[in-house]
């Protein structure tokens, strides 16, 4: 595999606006994320954003490439295959790692485990899952759960469904989704080709769609899901983590 990072990032977050930009002690969100991205060492690394604020709030990060994408495309993945067509038109990277600029304390060995699923060659995307083990995370709508099942000695799982809501029913289990992904390039391009689905739009979980199309999602399980900040008590969160 010949991976590459990409991580889509943008102003116009409805629920924490400017998040990108937000200061975390010292360093912006995005930029924590960026030296994560670079850390783990596994390819070039592009930032992809329609928003030039942010891009020039980088710029002085000389190991990362800038792609100012079109501010009216519909989703991070979209971003995320501008910004490769343009800086590979060649096509010489064959997996892309997409990085949500949300994640500032990802561990950079996870972008590494978020491949593993790949070496499987029915695979189109792998993903990482982390065990939930408080019941209030369990009932939020903002974590994101994935029905899999991890058995025998397989380290890797496939996605049957995503949901907001706490699946599956009974005693077991249950799977919080980090939102890190590994595509092959040619199930990413053929992604974003698709209209959103049914069940995309009522879940308004993207990673539904590629389900819907048959795609095949392989997830890796990892001790704890990092801080993803989505709200401003999970800004609070990051603060104090790093205080």
């Known amino acids: 595999m010949r991976p590459i990072i ?29 030296h994560r991205a670079l850390a783990a060492d596994l390819g070039p690394v592009i930032l992809a954003s329609g928003d030039r604020e942010i891009i020039k709030a980088v710029s002085h990060i000389k190991a990362v490439n800038c792609v100012l994408t079109d501010p009216e495309l519909p989703s991070g993945s979209d971003r995320v295959w501008a910004a490769l067509e343009r800086c590979d038109p060649e096509r010489y990277y064959d997996v892309v790692i997409n990085l949500q600029g949300d994640l500032p304390f990802i561990n950079p060995s996870h972008l590494g485990l978020v491949l593993k699923p790949l070496e499987k060659e029915e695979v189109s995307i792998g993903t990482l899952v982390a065990p939930i083990t408080d019941p209030e995370e369990a009932r939020m709508a903002s974590v994101v759960k994935v029905a899999c099942s991890f058995s025998g000695e397989s380290a890797i799982a496939r996605a049957l469904y995503f949901s907001r809501q706490s699946i599956p029913w009974g005693d077991g289990p249950l799977w919080h989704h980090v939102g890190l992904y590994a ?61």
């Open 6 to 34: 990409v991580i889509p990032t943008r102003l116009a977050s409805t629920r924490l606006p400017r998040k990108a930009l937000l200061d975390i002690n010292g360093l912006t969100m995005i930029e924590r994320v960026i």
């Open 183 to 243: 595509w092959r390039r040619e199930a990413l391009g053929h992604f974003v080709s698709l209209p959103p689905s049914h069940l995309e739009q009522r879940e308004k979980l993207e990673q539904l769609r590629a389900l819907e199309d048959g795609m095949v999602i392989g997830c890796c399980s990892i001790e704890e899901a990092p801080i993803g900040v989505d709200v401003e008590e999970d800004l609070i969160m990051a603060r104090a983590r790093v205080s």
